[in-house]
């Protein structure tokens, strides 16, 4: 079988990638990103595996890049929800114009199926009752959201004119090994990082913002049971079914680490949602349960992850 994965040298391709090549002896993968100094050197070593130096734009021959695959995954996202709305008609442009450049090519190249990463976090906005459901409103209140939920209805459109098939996957919020823990996104792996380099957590607001985790292993494992999957359901909330105060997950960071915690307190910012987690009632019927990794279990191991980053990066410097 032959995959393409556009934005395969982030966190959760990377994530998907491993995965992919370790289960599936017989497939072949086309890997898109901005550079190969962003890949795992063990996946550019991988003879499975042909990586491609990609920028994702509207000039792209997207005809050549995706001609003969089976299966596209777009992961790509030229921006993050907290700085989205700060330039929204470059956000439009970036992402929803040259995606309908990506998805023609899809069609007129016959591609089996096209998975599109779309946002449980920021599509749905601040109206709805949770735990959300994904049939329940969508109101964005970032142009991050607005563009995620403009490409679903662009696979609808596709789906309806001319058969395309696809899945998407309406991800909560994933942490673990491979996010970098720069504080742009993924707060449990951030506020980890700076519990074991005694560095300050950064905390907008009081703590009470609402947010549902799930471990990078798990969110692999739903995407491609989604992925993979023949039924006639096209979209998929994908999250662990709880939701966590921010507060709430740094007293478990540090109940589970046993560090004392340092914390810098900033205003709360409008773009942040104050509840939001999700219902994946319709995931769990048709594969069982998401969650196998406790949020508990999971700090520890993005901890242990860290640790070993941190120990490579000091023994350099020696």
Do not use: W
């Not at 985790?213 to 989604?226: E, Q, R, S, V």
């Not at 709880?242 to 340092?262: E, M, V």
């Amino acid at each position: 079988m032959k995959i393409a994965i556009f934005g395969a040298a982030g966190f959760i391709g990377t994530n998907l990638t491993f995965r992919l090549l370790n289960q599936n002896e017989d497939i072949e993968l086309k890997l898109y990103d901005k550079k190969t100094d962003f890949f795992q050197k063990e996946i550019l070593d991988n003879k499975k595996v042909e990586v491609i130096e990609c920028d994702f734009n509207y000039l792209n021959d997207f005809d050549t890049l995706v001609e003969g695959q089976d299966m596209i995954f777009h992961l790509i996202s030229t921006t993050v929800p907290t700085t989205s709305n700060q330039h929204i008609s470059d956000e439009l442009m970036n992402n929803v114009v040259t995606t309908s450049r990506l998805i023609e090519s899809c069609v007129k190249n016959k591609i089996g199926k096209f998975i599109f990463l779309s946002s449980g976090g920021t599509v749905y906005g601040s109206d709805c009752i949770c735990p959300i459901k994904e049939e329940d409103s969508t109101n964005p209140i970032t142009a991050y959201g607005i563009q995620k939920l403009t490409i679903e209805k662009l696979l609808y459109l596709y789906r309806a004119m001319y058969g395309l098939d696809y899945k998407v996957i309406r991800l909560a919020n994933p942490y673990g090994p491979y996010q970098k823990p720069n504080g742009v996104l993924g707060a449990v792996t951030t506020f980890t990082y700076k519990a074991i380099s005694g560095e300050n957590i950064e905390l907008y607001g009081d703590g009470s913002v609402i947010r549902d985790f799930i471990y990078i292993d798990d969110a692999i494992k739903g995407i491609l049971n989604i992925s993979f999957d023949c039924s006639d359901v096209h979209t998929f909330n994908l999250g662990s079914g709880k939701g966590t105060s921010i507060k709430d997950l740094i007293q478990k960071i540090d109940d589970s680490l046993r560090i004392d915690l340092k914390i810098t307190y900033h205003p709360k910012r409008k773009v942040d949602v104050p509840v939001n987690y999700l219902d994946v009632s319709r995931y769990e019927t048709l594969y069982g349960p998401v969650q196998s990794v406790t949020l508990e279990e999971g700090i520890v191991k993005t901890a242990d992850y860290l640790k070993n980053i941190l120990r490579k990066v000091l023994s350099k410097s020696d």
